[in-house]
């Protein structure tokens, strides 16, 4: 069976990137699963056909990729546009990632795989993992983060925060709930008790 695979879950700017990065550094195989998301629909697949098809030009740049922006701005503000990109992506993203666990299993039998993903739990990606790692932090947090780290003004990424999921639901579904509110050296920490969990299996 060898080492199991953890989802790494939790919303815009909770830090689940940074949270990654510590665990690639402490040996685990990490899969972005944002990466396979726009790798789906580069162009040339069929998840930039059905994307071009379902929300037309205004999504596509002048190079002839998906413009990420445009496409964020419009269903980040209409929950059925938000919905119609999730029921062509997901699929697509799913399939996608079985076969790079599946790689990455064949090629490393012991060592931990987890994925990091925003939407992890609201995807109904579940079956795809062993356990749930949710990483989480209090709003104001998160919004200064992104504020400060991507440039987004604090609108959209408020915006973007009401089109996710509850951090309270995403607990309800979690196995382990890695809190992002402190120092980056109480978040090393909280981060290795929960690594420490799977010496062993």
């Known amino acids: 069976m060898g080492a199991p695979v953890i989802g790494l879950s939790g919303g815009i700017g909770a830090g689940k990137s940074t949270v990654a990065t510590m665990l690639a550094e402490w040996g685990a195989h ?7 998301g726009h790798d789906v629909y580069r162009p040339g697949t069929e998840g930039f056909r059905q994307v071009a098809e379902a929300f037309g030009t205004r999504v596509v740049a002048p190079d002839g990729t998906i413009d990420r922006r445009a496409l964020g701005g419009i269903v980040f503000g209409d929950p059925r546009a938000l919905a119609r990109l999730n029921a062509i992506l997901h699929p697509l993203i799913v399939a996608e990632l079985g ?18 993903a925003a939407i992890l739990a609201e995807a109904g990606w579940r079956t795809l993992f062993d356990r749930l790692w949710v990483v989480t932090a209090r709003p104001e947090n998160a919004i200064a983060r992104v504020v400060t780290s991507r440039g987004m ?11 996710q999921m509850p951090d309270a639901e ?4 979690a196995d ?9 050296a ?4 909280e981060v290795e008790r929960a690594w420490q969990t799977l010496a062993g299996t």
């Open 170 to 173: 995403r607990r309800r579904l």
């Open 30 to 36: 990490v899969i972005d699963a944002d990466r396979v």
């Open 186 to 189: 109480e978040l090393c920490a």
């Open 176 to 184: 382990v709930v890695i809190e992002n509110d402190g120092t980056p």
């Open 99 to 116: 076969r790079r666990i599946a790689a990455a299993r064949r090629a490393s039998v012991s060592r931990p795989i987890v994925v990091e």
């Open 153 to 163: 003004a604090r609108e959209e990424v408020e915006r973007r925060l009401a089109a």
